[in-house]
């Protein structure tokens, strides 16, 4: 092969060598909720740490599926929310936090649902909302606070809708 032929195809490799690729930046993907690395057909164990729109999220996968407790900080360090997953579903205590750095929320899941007493609270830490959860849904009697601790609504929930006063 002559010269001139070689340059040419040596600039056209170099060009395609060179072209940006499509590659997933995490190196992991999800098929049928499962999570996988990219270079493998195995379902992932291991830690999975990515940043995302200037939060980082942490948590455990086992044999593809989030299990563990999960964590997502702001770049900073400080926290936005922490809590356990088991296979894949939010389970027991979850904490949700204020960029600042105050609670923000609490309480537990159970099955991937809200499922216990929930309470929000205003950054100066007194409580904002508290009521129950079952399955998900709200239930009973729910307040919600003003800055200075006096009641400023309270509802009666029934499987998430609230509860009418029966009128005579």
């Known amino acids: 092969m002559s010269i001139k032929y070689l340059v040419p195809v040596l ?3 170099l060009l395609v060598s060179c072209s940006p690729k499509k590659i997933d930046k995490s190196g992991f993907s999800i098929k049928n909720n499962i999570v996988y690395r990219n270079d493998s057909n195995t379902p992932y164990t291991g830690i999975i740490k ?31 929310m922490k809590g356990n997953i088991v296979n894949d579903m939010n389970e027991g ?10 609670l923000e929320s609490e309480g537990n899941f159970k099955y991937n649902k809200a499922d216990s007493i929930w309470t929000w609270y205003f950054p100066s830490g007194k ?14 009697n729910w307040k919600m606070f003003d800055e200075l601790g006096n009641v400023s609504l309270e509802n009666e929930y029934k499987n998430g809708v609230i509860s009418m006063p029966d009128q005579k």
């Open 11 to 13: 600039i056209i490799l």
């Open 50 to 80: 990515s940043k995302s729109e200037g939060k980082v999220f942490e948590y455990y996968v086992k044999d593809g599926l989030k299990n563990g407790e999960f964590k997502a900080t702001f770049e900073n360090g400080n926290l936005i």
């Open 93 to 102: 205590k979850w904490v949700y936090y204020y960029p600042s750095g105050e």
């Open 127 to 140: 409580i904002k909302e508290k009521g129950m959860f079952v399955n998900g849904l709200r239930e009973g």
